[in-house]
């Protein structure tokens, strides 16, 4: 509990303001109701009281904003792909509890769905509470069903460019490794029909770039 306060004490001092305290909440609630500073969520402040600024505050800090209203939540799907805030202005996580809903801070929308806590390969992200998909699961993750209007999964699209890439730096080896990982991932994901498209993407790439050499 003690290394929670001094986190949290030390967060206070930057743009992103979470109480260590019932004392410290209450002056942050103070500081709010005079206008000095904004609450944005349940026990999260910003130094910020204008729309603009506090969406800003939000961009730069999600991840530590995120992680402590979802701790153990999994940055996944398109998100985990395109490096976090996707194009529609989203994050997606991935949660084994809370899910199946969305929460909009200023200048964000976290869109919270349903499966495993973190898995052998998952990365965790500092002390942020989160933790970043792996490889092999997050292109499981993109050849997932997904909404046309706000697309969360990147699609076969995406995950071939992401097997291009993969090959292109790291060679077969690499991307056959890749493809194991994902085989292991498949049924503790619920994602066998994806992994079995994922296994024929990898299996032509290969035998394009064999013919290529």
Known sequence: ????????????????????????????????????????????????????????????????????????AIVSHLSAVVGGITPSGEITLTHPTRYNTSVKLPGLITVLLKGPQNLPGDLRLGNSGLYWSSRPRGLLENLGRSRTDRPRTGGKAVVEERLVDILNASGEETLNRVRDEARQLAPVLGAEKAFDTLNAMVGALLDTYAKGR
């Open 1 to 72: 509990m003690a290394a929670l306060a001094e986190k949290r004490q030390a967060i206070a001092l930057n743009e992103v303001l979470i109480p260590a305290d019932a004392a410290e909440q209450r002056r942050l609630q103070r500081q709010a109701k005079a206008g000095e500073i904004a609450r944005i969520a349940t026990g999260v402040y910003v130094r910020a009281t204008d729309p603009e600024g506090q969406a800003l505050i939000v961009r730069r800090n999600w991840q530590m904003i995120l992680g402590y209203l979802f701790p153990g």
